[in-house]
């Protein structure tokens, strides 16, 4: 009788359990989609992810995605502080209105959420500026659901110098992490974040391949081998990091695909991914967009005119470049290149 109570529970768990494994991650490793967020909100917006960005999503089969906190030029450094935590909670809010997302802690959330045919988020913060100098911010943020750390963006914050967009850095950028930079990546390694070194520059890089003992990842980095914006990875840092365990995620940002423009394409974007495969192995290749064309601060001129994206958003890229990675690997490693590679990082670092 005990037996008989009992069964029909531990099925439901079992049948759960089963489906998450059958459930194959497609992660976008990088969005900016918190800023339209929060700027529809503002104006009287409900449901904005579900109105705005599902039909995208849900078309390029896309199961998960790493909501990045970006902090605009204009409010460095007072606003940094208020500006996150006025995006999550925005996040938040939507939520209670898009009942087709769920915000994740771990990597096994993440999967209950796919399974339950939800769209994973993960929070990063891009750039350390909403911390300032005070070590004691990220644990906060840690408990408002964050669990990526992108040390830097491309300016200079208490943490580290991020890598200059220009073609010759200026010396005065090229500066490894601070004391507190250090004392920073250490804490989000002991609370269980992933560490991101898109944005970081290269001597920053270096030192954070040199310390660290878990995996870390490049969420939104090309090669600059064959695109040669220092915004992209060299080829010592794309063996660092797969050598550590880590994970690089395509960019489609026009200028960090080709030099030429005309030659800013998806297949410059595919010949980024033959290259980190060919190089490093397919397990240390990854998909993380950077799509900013469909974004309303974009559109309101952040971007300069002609410097944009490959795709138009999430619907288009589904088709000319998710779609071209099922055709040219394999299952299993397109499967690792379209989520499960980050997974995997997401699971040693955040826990299942």
């Known amino acids: 009788t005990h037996a008989a109570l009992v069964r029909p529970h531990a099925l439901r768990y079992a049948e759960a359990e ?23 909100r503002r104006r009287g917006g409900h449901a904005v992810m579900e109105e705005r960005f599902l039909p995208g999503l849900r078309a390029a089969g896309v199961n998960a995605v790493v909501c990045s906190v970006f902090i605009l030029d204009e409010l460095v450094p007072e606003g940094a502080l208020r500006n996150a935590l006025d995006q999550i909670s925005a996040l938040r ?19 209950a959420a796919a399974a339950d045919g939800k769209v ?5 913060l ?11 911010l990220l644990r906060v943020f840690y408990e408002l659901g964050v669990r990526l750390l992108g040390l830097a963006w491309s300016r200079r914050n208490y943490a580290c110098d991020g890598v200059s967009f220009a073609a010759a850095p200026p010396v005065s950028s090229q500066g490894s992490l601070t004391d507190f930079g250090r004392e920073l990546a250490a804490e989000a390694c002991r609370l269980g974040m992933v560490i ?3 944005h970081l520059n290269d001597a920053g890089f270096r030192e954070i391949a040199d310390v660290m003992k878990v995996p870390f990842i490049a969420s939104h980095s090309n090669c600059r081998s064959l695109a040669s914006s220092p915004r992209n990875l060299a080829d010592w840092q794309l063996a660092s ?8 995620g395509m960019n489609a940002y026009g200028p960090f695909a ?28 990854g998909m993380g967009l950077d799509l900013c064309a469909c974004l309303l601060y974009v559109n309101a001129g952040y971007i300069d005119e002609g410097d944009t994206d490959l795709f138009k958003d999430h619907a288009d890229a ?3 470049f998710i779609k071209a990675v099922r055709g040219r690997y394999g299952e299993g490693e397109a499967d690792g290149i379209l989520g499960e590679n980050f997974m995997r990082v997401f699971e040693r670092v955040m826990g299942c």
């Open 18 to 40: 089963i489906k998450m494994m059958k459930t194959k991650i497609v992660l976008d490793a990088h969005f900016d989609m918190l800023l339209d967020v929060l700027t529809l």
């Open 93 to 111: 809010a939507d939520l209670e209105e898009s009942p087709s997302f769920a915000l994740c802690r771990s990597a096994g959330e993440c999967r």
């Open 120 to 124: 994973a988020l993960f929070l990063s």
């Open 126 to 136: 891009e750039g350390a500026e909403p911390i300032g100098r005070d070590i004691l």
């Open 196 to 198: 991101d070194v898109s």
């Open 241 to 248: 990091l797969a050598a550590a365990g880590g994970v690089t």
């Open 258 to 285: 080709a030099d030429d423009p005309s030659a800013r394409t998806p297949e410059a974007l595919l010949a980024h991914l033959d290259y980190i495969v060919s190089h490093c192995g397919a397990g240390h290749a």
């Open 318 to 320: 589904g088709e000319r």
